[in-house]
Antibody, heavy 121, light 108 residues
Framework: EVQLVESGGGLVQSGRSLRLSCAASGFIFNEYAMFWVRQAPGKGLEWVSSINWNSGNRDYADSVKGRFTISRDNAKNSLYLQMNTLRTEDTALYYC??????????????WGQGTLVTVSS | SYVLTQPPSVSVAPGQTARITCGGTNIGSKSVHWYQQKPGQAPVLVVYDDRDRPSGIPDRFSGSNSGNTATLTISRVEAGDEADYYCQVWDNTRAAWVFGGGTKLTVL
């Protein structure tokens, strides 16, 4: 059974940094692309970042580009999101998701329960 | 940037059919994926690649995609289907994954 467990969220002041982690199990981690998706309180889903199996390709939403860095440690079956220069609009529940390769693009076939990041002014 | 448009809400009586649309320019040329999110829970994939269902998803859930509209159809709606539903595509021009704004399905 696929399990994704996020951690590292919390309350932080605007301008500070936070590092999220996602511990993966139940699948061969180093064979899959991984993703971060966030959801602001009462709002919809927003893709944040993605990383391919060997970290050779990383993509970011325009809203976080230059401030967030995605990484992974395949030896530890772990995904990370380093978030710098946080803004109040980054307040959200951050989900880790496993990618599955579709006909044209990846989709997200398993999700964690999320970790809450609250950025105060 | 590529925009996906969903109706904010859809209401349907139990046993009836719910249709949730997702509009986008020439969306028929893309693969559309659909997620169900119940209150306080993580999203769950219900349809991928326009019309395929993951294991464990009832065949009451089906999808279609043509022209400028993709549709998630839920047949014989049950109270347990009440949730928010999101469509998603990959915008290859920006290497970004895009979600629709979500549709709240209410079972009357």
């Amino acid at each position: 059974e696929v399990q994704l467990v996020e951690s590292g969220g919390g309350l932080v002041q605007s301008g500070r940094s936070l590092r999220l982690s996602c511990a993966a199990s139940g699948f061969i981690f180093n064979e899959y692309a991984m993703f971060w998706v966030r959801q602001a309180p009462g709002k919809g889903l927003e893709w944040v970042s993605s990383i391919n199996w060997n970290s050779g390709n990383r993509d970011y939403a325009d809203s976080v580009k230059g401030r967030f860095t995605i990484s992974r440690d395949n030896a530890k079956n772990s995904l990370y999101l380093q978030m710098n220069t946080l803004r109040t609009e980054d307040t959200a529940l951050y989900y880790c998701a496993k990618g599955a390769r579709g006909v044209i693009s990846y989709y997200f076939d398993s999700w964690g329960q999320g970790t809450l990041v609250t950025v105060s002014s | 940037s590529y925009v996906l448009t969903q109706p904010p809400s859809v209401s349907v009586a139990p046993g009836q059919t719910a249709r949730i649309t997702c509009g986008g320019t020439n969306i028929g040329s893309k693969s559309v994926h659909w997620y169900q999110q119940k209150p306080g829970q993580a999203p769950v994939l219900v349809v991928y690649d326009d019309r395929d269902r993951p294991s464990g998803i009832p065949d009451r859930f089906s999808g279609s995609n043509s022209g400028n509209t993709a549709t998630l159809t839920i047949s014989r709606v049950e109270a347990g289907d009440e949730a928010d539903y999101y469509c998603q595509v990959w915008d290859n021009t920006r290497a970004a994954w895009v979600f629709g704004g979500g549709t709240k399905l209410t079972v009357l």
